[in-house]
């Protein structure tokens, strides 16, 4: 079926440096796209989101890219601290299904080295 | 503010008992949804609702059954506790659905052990 996925399973950055965590979609209609942060024993936690109609979002520290030619998303994370040490996960909605739930993927581990 | 509140935080089950896990927010939010996540996955959808009353099932139903009668609470019942069951579960809500532009809300889970 059709899913969402993450290209590396672990990213490992300097604190200060940039974080660029990956993800790829195999739904062409999948419209709405949503990045969620958790940390250990929590639940995850919004970050950003982005529409189909729109190639990329800004956030507070964080930018989100869309590229619907190859079907790719990614969170960009600026001057990474170690508080953004987390699981990332993107999510999606696709309009056609008529469910009005997200579908996850299965996450990237983010650790930021001091 | 308490936002969603999940009960309890952890629990082991023998195998075919029954539990109830309690889900409720305080948002006065529309949407409500069940997830499972398994070690290094992803959330997986159990169930979700729209509104009270009303209750749809997501990628994962099997096994579980919900009920919404109020806005406030959106609790999951397991009737015959199987090993496969074994999992955190995370319930969430959201004033609109995904398409709205309202992020969904998470508590921090229910962390099952079927034994």
């Known amino acids: 079926g059709e899913s969402v996925g993450l290209h590396l399973p672990t990213l490992s950055v300097q604190e200060g440096d940039n974080s660029i965590i990956n993800c790829a979609y195999s739904?062409?209609?999948?419209?709405?796209f949503i990045w969620y942060k958790q940390e250990s024993g929590k639940g995850p936690q919004f970050i950003i989101d982005?529409?189909?109609?729109?190639d990329k979002r800004q956030g507070q520290r964080v930018t989100v890219l869309l590229n619907k030619t190859v079907k790719h998303l990614s969170l960009q994370i600026a001057a990474t601290q170690p508080g953004d040490s987390a699981v990332y996960f993107c999510?999606?909605?696709?309009?056609?299904?008529?469910?009005?739930?997200?579908?996850f993927g299965s996450g990237t581990r983010l650790q930021v080295q001091p | 503010n308490a936002g969603v509140t999940q009960t309890p935080k952890f629990r082991i089950l023998k195998i075919g008992q029954s539990m109830t896990l309690q889900c409720a927010q305080d948002?006065?939010?529309?949407?409500m949804y069940w997830y499972r996540q398994d070690p290094g996955m992803g959330l997986k959808l159990i169930y979700y609702?729209?509104?009270?009353?009303?209750?749809d099932k997501g990628e994962v139903p099997n096994g579980y059954n919900v009920s919404r009668s109020t806005t406030e609470d959106f609790p999951l019942r397991l009737e015959l506790a199987a090993p496969s069951q074994t999992s955190v579960y995370f319930c969430?809500?959201?004033?609109?659905?995904?398409?709205?532009?309202?992020?969904?809300?998470f508590g921090d889970g229910t962390r099952l052990s079927i034994l």
């Open positions: 969430a809500s959201s004033t609109d659905g995904p398409r709205g532009g309202q992020p969904q809300h």
């Open positions: 739904n062409s209609a999948s419209d709405y």
């Open positions: 982005i529409r189909s109609n729109m």
């Open positions: 999510a999606e909605n696709m309009a056609q299904t008529g469910r009005r739930a997200l579908t």
């Open positions: 948002m006065n939010h529309n949407y």
């Open positions: 609702s729209v509104g009270a009353g009303i209750t």
